[in-house]
């Protein structure tokens, strides 16, 4: 017989209550023996007889009732599961003091969790959304593109593609987008999904011989094409160049999952078609000094991600040399992904040691609720017990209880993750589908589901067996133990205690960091960026507007305005002198004299650079001066500088490998600077970089006269409506962004400043969760002794005395968790170095807060039950019992 | 066996017996709790003396498996009464214990004839 009919027929029986089928049982064995009494009765026996005869006939009637019970309750064990449900579930509605919080509490406890393990997973452990994803690969480092052909046709172990990303203009959008510029395999090789036409061609992506085709996203071809077929074979124009489309995408389709779909791809070797005005960016393919494509391909049969990188490194070394030739790591795409890579696994890992401390915090406080309800229920249970209900059967129920309680907040967990991660995405400002990807999946969901249950389980078994043994053995309202509950206070502040300290370093590094002095006047200088609407003739226009501003602008002293050029960061500096020695990562500035004038820099010895100043001539920093020439004048000193190891544009590098445009301009520059004699003529103070993190450390540098393509100029209102109007004289259509450097130095914070919400906000919640539950056991406690609360104040205690009392006992579980948490945070917070500026990971202030914050948190819970207490008559309370 | 002790029949009815024995009574007609107890001694010349309070159990058993179903009636003499009545999953199950039994009794047979 199939369960299911089983089952059918199981919850038609279960409409007859439990009673109803007892009555029935009763009923009809009774009308048995009654049958059977009146057939011996006909025989002639007496009443008396024909009824023992009867019963005798029968057996056992209690046996025979309980064999029956048995058979009914084996049959039936999922009723009394469906039974037991209903019973919590009526139990948990009727006591929402406990019912609210705990399902709080664990909801916010297993939500962050879930919500953790959903971005996690979806941004960094989800493989690529493409066919396969298990042959395929990326690098976790970008080359040139000219080392990616080389790798790529020499490669046996693996089909390799190339992807960058180019800034351009869709003719008619006024916003600039990003697109991929992709190697002439990629579709083929990554199987990305088109919905029409083609991918690329291998013979469309050469190098040197460019083909104007693109494939565009499906967004781009709903939103200008209506989604028409007659799409491919139409031409759209990007930066005023006209593309054949080939293709379109599928929704949705793009590699790395963690960044926005692509608007549109075109061939790799197109990429000088869009940027035909920048001379740099034309070398950005041949140029092998140059970076950076990302590599992803797909793994030939039989081979391996570290295969693959073996051979892929050895090919590199062949090409560039031990000291170029990088080792290139290729990896599967569902391990951590760029951008987050390296430092993302430390910050994973803090992240995750929050949200388990915030989790444990909620178990403890779960565990301190279920203790307490434990504790009031008591005469209830006592009650059941003597109508004859095992203390299995309690057990069950209670366990029961927790499980629906942990069901109830698993549900509502992930309605708040979900939530959450929707918000994050658009908070982020990914588009629809990141969010999308972020939803729990069921992985995610059957973790929360399992963490919950455990919780309420191993919080919950404890109260559970305790609360029906204490009515067991003693036939008395005992207290609940007030050592496990003086434990769950513990636990629960000392986590918390952890949590409170890590934020409010955190928080102190953050504003100690805002008042860093950055050696420059950041609130004085601006900096300059030119904005064009399209990308026509971009680098002259962008030339002549500069030079209409530097014109416009007095750069005498004091100086309004100012250029410098990229930064680049030299391998080696060989220091002249008695002694030859060799200063490695030495950064070097072009600048115009004004410029250190401009950023008001301290000089320190020598003097400033000077309009006839030449290219040899170089102020250096005080960090370079004091490692070059320890214990002596710098001033009028030697070096000699190679050829730079890279150059670093003011842009950050850019996250896939994209060609940093902010650096292109200035790739080329002068070979003045290249393997030259400099001389000292001044120092200066240390100067961070304008777009750094404050308080991150300063390379020894120096700075020589040279040109510049970036603007800086003094924020001043009058000065910076002068500029703009040169600008608008040269070229209407250009505008002017002119960003204070206090802004730019600051957003170096922004990522702390993210840390740090996410700290307060864990630490909120665990506060919150630590002071419900504080209040929760203490309530019990002044409940429990209202009756001895009564009799002292009767006595003629003092009110002082009375809270002197109650404070007891629970000051020293709060005092035992808040000393533990302390000692606690100090041992962890080390682990935070590397996010603290200016502060150490013991700073006393921090501490002190997090103990303030504590206490006063905890003093709130316990007044308030006290002051309950405090409130009630004696008379009415002595009478009560 | 614990349970015997408490309700199964004193007489040495092989286990799963009784089951059968219930099924097959109520193949013929739907019936209460002491009729099916008078048709198996009937039948059986009263040599399966039974204590008759065991069908009990064994008719929830059978209920809870969907083998038989309960419902309250008259008897014939006027009587409130609980009739089982044989469902198709008991016919088929009746079916398939009465075949097992057979092949059972044949072989326990043919070991005593011929060992």
């Known amino acids: 017989m199939p369960d299911w009919r089983r089952l059918a027929r199981w919850i038609g029986s279960r409409r007859r209550s439990r009673r109803e089928t007892e009555a029935d049982m009763a009923e009809e064995i009774r009308l048995h023996l009654e049958q059977r009494t009146r057939e011996f009765l006909a025989q002639g026996l007496t009443p008396e007889q024909a009824r023992t005869a009867a019963r005798r006939r029968f057996g056992s009637v209690d046996a025979v009732k309980d064999a029956c019970r048995d058979e009914r309750r084996s049959a039936a064990w999922l ?69 990616y052909r080389v790798l790529q046709a020499r490669s046996q172990s693996i089909d390799l593609a190339a992807i960058a990303s180019c800034p351009s203009f869709i003719d008619g959008d006024a916003k600039g987008t990003t697109f991929r510029c992709v190697s002439g395999n990629y579709f083929d090789t990554l199987r990305v999904p088109l919905v029409l036409g083609r991918g690329f061609r291998s013979e469309e992506d050469v190098t040197g011989a460019p083909v104007a085709v693109t494939v565009i996203g499906y967004a781009l071809w709903r939103d200008r094409f209506s989604l028409s077929p007659d799409a491919i074979g139409r031409t759209i124009r990007l930066n005023d160049v006209p593309f054949r489309i080939v293709g379109v995408a599928a929704p949705g389709a793009t590699d790395q999952p963690a960044r926005n779909v692509p608007r549109l791809w075109l061939p790799l070797a197109a990429y000088p078609l869009v940027t035909a005005d920048i001379p740099s960016d034309r070398e950005f393919l041949s140029n092998p000094e140059y970076c950076c494509v990302q590599l992803a391909g797909r793994l030939r049969p039989s081979q391996s991600p570290s295969t693959v990188s073996a051979e892929l490194t050895a090919l590199n070394r062949q090409i560039g040399g031990e000291t170029h030739g990088r080792p290139i790591v290729m990896t599967g795409t569902a391990e951590i992904h ?61 366990l029961t209880e927790g499980l629906v309680l942990a069901g109830a907040a698993t549900l509502l967990s992930l309605v708040f993750s979900s939530a959450a991660v929707a918000g994050m995405a658009r908070w982020l400002g990914r588009d629809a589908s990141v969010a999308l990807r972020l939803l729990p999946d069921w992985r995610v969901a059957g973790l929360s589901v399992a963490i919950a249950t455990v919780a309420i389980l191993v919080t919950g078994l404890g109260p559970a067996y305790r609360g029906t043994r204490q009515v067991l053995v003693a036939n008395r309202l005992t207290r609940a133990p007030m050592r496990a509950r003086s434990w769950f206070v513990v636990v629960q502040v000392a986590l918390c205690a952890v949590l409170i300290v890590a934020a409010s370093l955190l928080a102190r590094g953050l504003t100690r960091a805002a008042t860093l002095d950055p050696g420059f006047d950041a609130d004085e200088v601006a900096s300059v960026f030119v904005r064009l609407s399209s990308y026509q003739s971009r680098e002259s226009r962008i030339a002549a507007i500069q030079r209409a501003v530097l014109d416009a602008l007095p750069s005498a002293d004091p100086p309004v305005v100012a250029e410098a050029g990229a930064r680049r960061v030299f391998a080696q500096v060989a220091i002249s002198g008695s002694a030859e020695r060799v200063l490695s990562r030495v950064a070097s500035i072009s600048v115009s004299p004004a410029y250190l004038r401009l950023f008001n820099a301290r000089l320190v010895a020598g003097r400033l650079l000077r309009d006839d100043d030449s290219p040899a001539q170089v102020v250096v920093n005080e960090s370079f001066a004091k490692r070059a020439w320890p214990g002596r004048s710098a001033v009028g000193a030697v070096f000699d500088t190679g050829t730079p190891q890279a150059t670093i544009g003011n842009g950050s590098v850019s996250e896939t490998g994209a ?23 001044g120092v200066v103070g240390d100067m961070q970089r304008e777009n750094s993190r404050p308080g991150a450390p300063v390379l020894p540098a120096f700075f020589e006269r040279g040109d510049g393509d970036r603007l800086y100029v003094r924020n001043d209102a009058v000065m910076l409506d002068r500029a703009r109007a040169a600008a608008r004289r040269i070229d209407p259509a250009a505008s002017l962004e002119i960003t204070p450097l206090s802004e730019s130095f600051g957003a170096g914070l922004s990522d702390l400043r993210v840390g740090v919400g996410l700290a307060v906000a864990l630490s909120a919640s665990s506060l919150v969760m630590a002071a419900m539950g504080i209040f929760g056991i203490f309530a019990l406690v002044t409940e429990e002794r209202r009756r001895e609360v009564g009799i002292r104040v009767a006595l003629g205690a003092s009110r002082a005395a009375i809270v002197l009392l109650m404070a007891n006992r629970a000051g020293r579980a709060l005092a035992a968790g808040l000393l533990a948490g302390l000692i606690g945070a100090a041992a962890a917070a080390p682990i935070l170095r590397h996010y603290l500026i200016g502060v150490g990971p013991h700073d006393p202030a921090a501490f002190l807060v997090a ?23 004696p008379a009415i309370t002595l009478r009560a019992d | 066996m614990g349970r015997t002790s408490k309700a199964e029949p004193a007489a040495a009815l092989l286990l799963g017996t009784l089951d059968l024995l219930i099924l097959r009574v109520l193949k013929r007609e739907r019936l209460h709790g002491w009729g099916i107890a008078d048709r198996i001694s009937q039948h059986s010349q009263q040599a399966l003396s039974i204590g008759e309070g065991s069908l009990y159990p064994a008719l929830y058993r059978l209920e809870a498996r969907g083998w038989v179903t309960s419902a309250w009636g008259q008897s014939e003499n006027n009587r409130r009464a609980k009739y089982y009545t044989l469902t198709r999953a008991g016919r088929t199950q009746l079916d398939v214990e009465t075949a097992s039994w057979e092949r059972m009794a044949a072989a326990i047979g043919g070991v005593l004839r011929h060992a």
Do not use: K, M
């Not at chain 1, 103990?851 to 008559?873: S, Y």
């Open chain 1, 851 to 873: 103990g303030l914050v504590l206490a006063a948190a905890a003093a709130t819970a316990t007044f308030i039950p006290i002051r309950r207490a405090l409130r009630t008559d």
């Open chain 1, 338 to 398: 760029q951008p987050w890579e390296d430092s993302a696994v430390a910050l994973v890992g803090l992240i995750l040691a929050g949200v388990l401390l915030v989790l444990l915090v909620a178990c403890a406080n779960t565990g301190n609720l279920q203790l307490a309800r434990g504790s009031r229920r008591q005469p209830e249970l006592l009650i059941r017990l003597s109508l004859g209900a095992s203390r299995g059967r309690l057990v069950r129920q209670l």
């Open chain 1, 79 to 147: 009723g009394t599961c469906w039974l037991d449900l209903r019973h919590a579930a009526r139990s948990l509605r009727r006591d929402a003091a406990f019912t609210v919080p705990a399902v709080f509490t664990l909801t916010l406890g297993v939500g962050l969790v879930t919500l953790f393990c959903s971005v996690f997973n979806g941004l960094l452990l989800e493989p690529w959304p493409l066919p396969e994803p298990d042959t395929l690969v990326r690098g976790t480092t970008g080359v040139s593109p000219a080392v």
């Open chain 1, 659 to 681: 060609p940093s445009r902010a650096s292109a301009g200035t790739a080329t520059a002068d070979g003045a600077s290249a393997g030259t004699r400099r001389q000292v003529v």
